[in-house]
């Protein structure tokens, strides 16, 4: 009951009020994969607070009244017992992980498990055996993750394929952002035009007639990225939420701008979390409201092609 409570007033603070609402934690340096897509692994990254330093750092930040929380890394799972703490803390956790070791209870938790593509483009990406690795582990998770694509160069032909793939799975659902690269580099490899990525935008809505609401990607979200919609409107450090809503801090504590980091081009950003707060709230949509729902509530189902959970 009081997690309910707890999670209708993030979504009574994101409609009424303009305070931050929630934390994005990379609560560990170190990751067990070296994936090619990956900002982390090329930038430099401070020491991490150790277990008890972390829970008292989280602790201290809803206290503060923020109330939902992202983990990220590196790989979250490095340092199950600060997930597990997280979710216990926080009114909602959303946990980032690369599903390889596994999925640790989290009471009143999310995971989301990364997957970029069928087996041979993932692995291309990830690394040799890791997508065998991670869905293994996820017919044996707790409850279902949600699966996460990044969308690149490398893996933009293979949607529906993996999706099909996905839906034969125990999961809750589906989310995807596009590749966003680094200032000033060309990700010629992974970068997708912002021409090309609108095609590929309107593709997401056709998955989502297709498969039902698992595919957590809504007309208002679409538009959010599209180049004759409402991108230019929150694609700067000034303009996007992430950085009013959202207050995200390195392994040692200190703040940065962005979960990205510093350097991220937010003229080509393609942030999921960003398309959803957005598309929910610019105007009000009932759809995206559902979908940020499913991320904060672990029990919601949402429904398939023909209205079954
Ligand atoms: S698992 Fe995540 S943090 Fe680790 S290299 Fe891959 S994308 Fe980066
Ligand atoms: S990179 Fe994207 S999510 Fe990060 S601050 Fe820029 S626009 Fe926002």
């Known amino acids: 009951m009081l997690s309910t409570f707890g999670k209708l007033m993030i979504l009574a603070q994101w409609l009424l009020t303009r305070r931050p609402t929630s934390v994005a934690v990379d609560i560990t340096h170190r990751c067990n994969l070296k994936c090619l897509h990956c900002y982390w692994w090329k930038q430099e990254h401070p020491p991490e607070?150790?277990?008890?330093?972390?829970?008292?750092?989280?602790?201290?930040?809803?206290?503060?009244?923020?109330?939902a929380a992202i983990l990220?890394?590196?790989?979250p799972t490095l340092r199950p017992e600060i997930c597990r703490a997280a979710?216990?803390?926080?009114?909602?956790?959303?946990?980032?992980?690369?599903?390889?070791?596994?999925?640790?209870?989290?009471?009143?938790?999310?995971?989301?498990?990364?997957?970029?593509?069928?087996?041979?483009e993932?692995?291309?990406?990830?690394?040799?055996?890791?997508?065998?690795?991670?869905?293994?582990?996820?017919?044996?998770?707790?409850?279902?993750?949600?699966?996460?694509?990044t969308i690149s160069r490398m893996n933009r032909n293979s949607l529906e394929p993996f999706v099909q793939e996905m839906m034969a799975l125990p999961i809750k659902g589906m989310g995807f952002s596009f590749v966003t690269p680094n200032r000033g580099t060309d990700d010629d490899n992974l970068f997708i035009p912002l021409t090309e990525r609108n095609r590929l935008?309107?593709?997401?809505?056709?998955?989502?007639?297709?498969?039902?609401?698992?595919?957590?990607?809504?007309?208002?979200?679409?538009?959010?990225?599209?180049?004759?919609?409402?991108?230019?409107?929150w694609n700067s450090l000034?303009?996007?939420?992430?950085?009013?809503?959202?207050?995200?801090?390195?392994?040692d504590g200190r703040s940065k701008a962005c979960t990205y980091g510093e350097q991220a081009d937010c003229s080509r950003c393609g942030c999921a979390a960003v398309v959803a707060y957005r598309g929910a709230l610019n105007p009000l949509d009932y759809q995206t409201l559902k979908v940020i729902l499913g991320l904060l509530t672990p029990e919601y189902q949402p429904k398939g092609p023909t209205g079954k959970k």
């Not at 930040?61 to 923020?66: I, S």
């Not at 959303?94 to 593509?117: C, K, R």
């Not at 065998?132 to 699966?147: D, H, M, S």
């Open 72 to 75: 990220y890394g590196g790989e």
């Open 49 to 67: 607070l150790d277990d008890g330093q972390m829970i008292a750092f989280l602790k201290k930040l809803r206290a503060g009244g923020l109330r």
């Open 201 to 233: 935008v309107m593709e997401l809505l056709r998955l989502r007639k297709k498969y039902g609401e698992k595919i957590g990607f809504t007309p208002a979200m679409a538009r959010q990225l599209l180049t004759h919609g409402a991108f230019d409107q």
């Open 238 to 251: 000034s303009t996007c939420p992430v950085n009013r809503r959202v207050r995200c801090y390195r392994s």
């Open 122 to 149: 993932n692995d291309r990406i990830r690394g040799e055996g890791v997508y065998q690795k991670a869905i293994e582990n996820l017919k044996a998770a707790p409850r279902p993750p949600i699966v996460h694509m």
């Open 87 to 120: 979710a216990r803390i926080f009114d909602a956790t959303l946990a980032f992980t690369n599903g390889v070791n596994g999925f640790p209870e989290l009471e009143n938790g999310q995971w989301i498990l990364s997957l970029d593509g069928p087996e041979i």
